[in-house]
């Protein structure tokens, strides 16, 4: 019993909804002419409330005239009859005549559902005739949630308000496959499926149902249509003493036609006066296939953009007699992005620094020459540069983000914009670190004179307000720019010391150039990375650029090579060119390498005459081959400091011994000197003599003092130092 009330409720309230929107979206054709049959569990009662978006069911609305004026799909019962038949042939499907396990079948749903729909719509009848114009079918889960059936009668409602004479149906919902597998091995691939073959429920918790749209002979024939048109222009501000645009509304041609496509010749043409009206000379007589008008226009006044709305005039809406069209003056919202490039070339520079530079926009209404631009502008602006938020760019726009100052802005739908006419553009104040050096250029880069760019706003092929040369302009600045000088010290004595190489790190946010003199490029450096120019002194230790080396900013000076015998400074130098062409000097003092070679015997005497080579071990290239003296050797302007070395003796004096290989990282200083010991120890000889009679070489004589003398003719030592004398 307490289900039974249910489903009186939602039968109800469905019945008043539909009959509520029909009233109101078709007043005419369709009064209050809707009823319900509701397929239930076995019985057909009521549980059509709680279809979801998801399972819409489907929707076939037909309502055509024949030339007799008699409906094609006839009166009462064979109307009934000929909208099954329709569905059925759309679908590709027969009603099913039994319903599956116990349910109602599909076919009785649907005849109840429209004899009581006739029975309705006839009682209201003169004639007692009515006929079918419209059936919804709509699953329904009983476990989801109520939505009144309002999407199906949406889209009979929306097919309904176009009346396009044909039958029409929604798409398959192909998700609806899982619900009719109940476990029984009885599954319908789609909702057609289900229509042919297992009526209108597959269990106690599931329905389906049918809403039919009926209406009565008698009900009021729309009327024949007295068509008028009345023009407005969305922008009078825009156009007026404008001679760029109409200055009346006259001269816009509309078409009418009875196809929503448009595809059939017009069947009237309407042409507005002056003030932008338009009337058609006679009715338009009702026609029951076509009986839609659809307005639109195809030539628009001078200077205006085609109204782009196609308008529907319904015979069945009396306020749609009165077509409203609005015509939108042809406008272009100009927009400037600046690129910065230098003066003499186009390589980006600079970027970061482009803030608040200052652009001055006159505008004239009409189209003008440089050499015929009137004194005095219509409206003038100035605007700033601020950066994009999405682009590595400044740029400037109408708006009041970027106003300055000057006259209030034209406006389309509230956004500045610019009427057809003729725009000056003028950098009148150049960002911080730039010179103005009064140059434009359009997007295909050619230079304006004097510094003013002039644009024409005209109507191009596509009908649309544009820029002449386009709204992208590049701006051209002269960078400030300065000069570095270097001196390398030596940082004991301060004296000038030789050959160095450094590299410049660019700690602006934005890329730099590094020019010579005459701007020819040296290299580049992206925002906190290193210059790829390399820096190298004289002899002396001197360089220096030209005052057009650097861009003002931060810098640093960085030692990458220190002149031979001098350790390599390894702190980075600071540094800023502030003001246009001037140049910053800088002092790089490095300490001297100080190494001496120690050649000595085992008893730590300095020995000569022993060849040494000393060897990078890192490449392991011979970097300098030398023989020792009795002083030690200074290797200092052969090394660098903290490097790896090995020092390797290719021939020992006579009597000594080579020593191994000696590997050494460079560390002395004047305060610490550092000295290589390589030691050679002394060769061993044993000599023993017999003295001889000449005459008889067996016979030794004894009682002879020998002694042993070197080469140089010196007395040769024991290894204890004594005179080899015995």
């Avoid at 080396?549 to 390894?570: D, K, Q, R, S």
Wanted: glycine share 10%.
């Amino acid at each position: 019993m307490k289900d039974k009330s249910i489903r009186s409720k939602i039968t109800a309230i469905l019945s008043m909804m539909v009959a509520f929107l029909l009233a109101t979206i078709i007043p005419v054709k369709l009064t209050a002419a809707t009823v319900f049959a509701n397929g239930g569990a076995g019985s057909g009662g009521s549980g059509g409330g709680g279809v979801t978006g998801d399972n819409p069911g489907y929707t076939i609305w037909y309502d055509q005239w024949g030339a007799d004026g008699e409906p094609l799909q006839g009166w009462n019962e064979a109307s009934m009859n000929d909208m099954q038949a329709r569905i059925e042939s759309t679908l590709g499907k027969t009603m099913a005549t039994s319903g599956w396990a116990g349910t109602t079948a599909y076919l009785d749903i649907y005849q109840k559902a429209a004899r009581e729909a006739l029975a309705d719509a006839m009682a209201r009848s003169a004639t007692g005739r009515a006929r079918i114009v419209g059936v919804s079918s709509i699953y329904y889960d009983g476990g989801s949630s109520l939505q009144t059936a309002y999407d199906s009668k949406s889209n009979v409602l929306r097919l309904a308000g176009t009346r396009s004479g044909t039958a029409t149906e929604l798409p398959d919902n192909t998700g609806w496959s899982t619900l009719y597998n109940n476990g029984s091995g009885a599954t319908g691939t789609n909702w057609r499926d289900w229509l042919e073959q297992y009526g209108v429920n597959k269990a106690p918790d599931t329905n389906l149902t049918m809403i039919v749209w009926a209406v009565a002979e008698g009900e009021p024939v729309p009327p024949n249509i007295q068509l008028k048109l009345k023009k407005t222009n969305a922008l009078p501000t825009l156009t007026q003493g404008n001679n760029c645009y109409a200055q009346d509304l006259s001269g816009a041609v509309y078409e009418v036609h009875r196809m929503a496509d448009l595809s059939d010749a017009p069947i009237l043409t309407l042409t507005t006066d002056a003030d932008g009206n338009a009337t058609a000379p006679n009715e338009i007589p009702f026609d029951g296939t076509q009986p839609y008008l659809y307005v639109k226009e195809v030539t628009a006044p001078r200077g205006f953009a085609l109204d782009p709305t196609t308008h529907v005039v319904s015979p069945y809406d009396r306020s749609t007699w009165v077509v409203n069209s609005t015509d939108t003056p042809l406008n272009d919202p100009l927009r400037i992005t600046l690129n910065k490039i230098s003066a003499d070339s186009n390589v980006v520079e600079n970027p970061a620094s482009l803030e608040g530079a200052e652009f001055t926009i006159k505008y004239y209404a009409g189209q003008f020459t440089m050499d015929t631009l009137p004194t005095t502008p219509t409206r003038t602006w100035v605007i700033k540069t601020v950066k994009s938020p999405s682009e590595n760019k400044y740029i400037a726009t109408l708006s009041n983000t970027f106003k300055v100052s000057g006259d209030e802005f034209y406006l389309d739908g509230g956004a500045p914009t610019l009427p057809l006419g003729t725009i000056t553009v003028e950098e009148t104040k150049a960002p911080a670190g730039y010179t103005l050096q009064n140059k434009i250029l359009s997007a295909g880069g050619q230079e304006v004179a004097n510094g003013i760019a002039l644009f024409n706003i005209t109507e191009n092929d596509q009908h649309i307000a544009a820029v002449v040369g386009g709204n992208e302009y590049t701006v051209v600045e002269g960078v400030l720019r300065g000069g570095l000088e270097i001196q390398k010290k030596d940082a004991a004595t301060n004296e000038n010391v030789g050959v160095a190489v450094f590299e410049i790190i660019n700690k602006n946010n934005f890329d730099v150039v590094a020019r010579d003199a005459d701007g020819n490029v040296l290299g580049t450096a992206e925002a906190g990375q290193a210059l790829n120019y390399a820096i190298t002194t004289d002899a002396s230790g001197y360089w220096k650029s030209s005052d057009n080396f650097l861009p003002v900013g931060e810098y640093e000076l960085v030692e990458v090579a220190a002149p031979a015998g001098y350790y390599l400074n390894t702190n980075p130098k600071p540094f800023e060119i502030k003001d246009n062409r001037a140049t910053v000097s800088l002092e790089f003092a490095d300490e001297k390498i100080v190494i001496d070679v120690a050649k000595t015997d085992g008893k730590g005497n300095n020995i000569a005459g022993a060849k040494m080579t000393l060897i990078d071990k890192v490449t392991g290239s011979e970097i300098v081959t030398f023989t020792s003296t009795k002083e030690k050797t200074d290797i200092s302007k052969y090394v660098e400091g903290g490097k790896t070395y090995i020092l390797r003796e290719d021939e020992a004096p006579f009597g000594f011994n080579k020593f191994d290989d000696i590997e050494f990282t460079v560390t002395g200083t004047r305060q610490s000197k550092q000295i290589i010991s390589a030691v050679d120890q002394r060769k061993v000889f044993y000599v023993s003599a017999i003295k001889v009679d000449a005459m008889d070489n067996s016979k030794k004589l004894k009682g002879a003092e020998l002694t042993l003398f070197k080469a140089d003719g010196t007395v040769a030592v024991d290894k204890d130092g004594k005179p080899c004398v015995g």
